[in-house]
Nanobody, 125 residues
Framework: LWLVESGGGLVQHGGSLRLSCAASGFNLDYYAIAWFRQAPGKEREGVSCIVSGGNSTDYADSVKRRFTISRGNTKNTVYLQMNNLKPEDTAIYYC???????????????????WGQGTQVTVSS
């Protein structure tokens, strides 16, 4: 499973971006998907996740009511819609996949087996 993130870029404080996580030839409905981010000098943080085969989601408190994770209609893409972006959201954003079937998703780093290379998000003040 090869994950590719896209959609990052430079945006002003209060702006929006939509990140995509795509997997060629794989149905991501069979995987729990999470978005992580890592800012310079900081640990990787689980931002959001969505369960395999369902719509249950979870968010870090820092992004609740601003970020939304969702699955695309093509079944091989997961999105992270980011609204009202703040300078502290600046980081490299990674998507990750967990093939295990669980009733809830998790944002712990060690749960995820497959990772993309990341996409840079920079929010200017």
């Amino acid at each position: 499973l090869w994950l590719v993130e896209s959609g990052g870029g430079l945006v002003q404080h209060g702006g929006s971006l939509r990140l995509s996580c795509a997997a060629s030839g794989f149905n991501l409905d069979y995987y729990a998907i999470a978005w992580f981010r890592q800012a310079p000098g900081k640990e990787r943080e689980g931002v959001s996740c969505i369960v395999s085969g369902g719509n249950s989601t979870d968010y870090a408190d820092s992004v609740k009511r601003r970020f939304t994770i969702s699955r695309g209609n093509t079944k091989n893409t997961v999105y992270l819609q980011m609204n009202n972006l703040k300078p502290e959201d600046t980081a490299i954003y990674y998507c990750a996949a967990d093939p295990a079937v669980r009733p809830v998703c998790g944002r712990r780093f060690g749960r995820y087996n497959y990772w993309g290379q990341g996409t840079q998000v920079t929010v200017s003040s």
